[in-house]
Nanobody, 123 residues
Framework: QVHLVESGGGWVQAGGSLRLACTAD????????MAWFRQTPGNERDYLGV????????YYADSIKGRFTISRDNTKNTLYLQMDSLKPEDTAVYYC????????????????WGQGTQVTVSS
């Protein structure tokens, strides 16, 4: 079991940067593969990328490759999403997610979710 709390969302102009954090305040983050998703109203949850339990393997969706960076610090029980060169189309609610084993692009592969944090990018 792990409880995930997200922070770092906000309002930023196009071209700016934000860093999201996802902290496990219960459970050990090192026990999980971690992923980031985002969702806009009326749409399905969109996969952004995944990081292995030890941070040695990272996969990114094409939509964010080269602009966003996923990292983790298991000593701090925290997952990060560094977002640079933000675009208005990046506006969404961002979610972190944890899986007990493996990884994938489908939201149903993940067992635990953060509460979501709003990111709004203005033009």
């Amino acid at each position: 079991q792990v409880h995930l709390v997200e922070s770092g969302g906000g309002w930023v102009q196009a071209g700016g940067s934000l860093r999201l954090a996802c902290t496990a305040d219960e459970g050990a983050l090192k026990d999980y593969t971690m992923a980031w998703f985002r969702q806009t109203p009326g749409n399905e949850r969109d996969y952004l990328g995944v990081i292995s339990w030890n941070g040695r393997t990272i996969y990114y969706a094409d939509s964010i490759k080269g602009r966003f960076t996923i990292s983790r610090d298991n000593t701090k029980n925290t997952l990060y999403l560094q977002m640079d060169s933000l675009k208005p189309e990046d506006t969404a609610v961002y979610y972190c997610a944890a899986a007990v084993a493996g990884w994938g692009e489908s939201a149903d592969k993940y067992h635990y979710w953060g509460q979501g944090t709003q990111v709004t990018v203005s033009s």
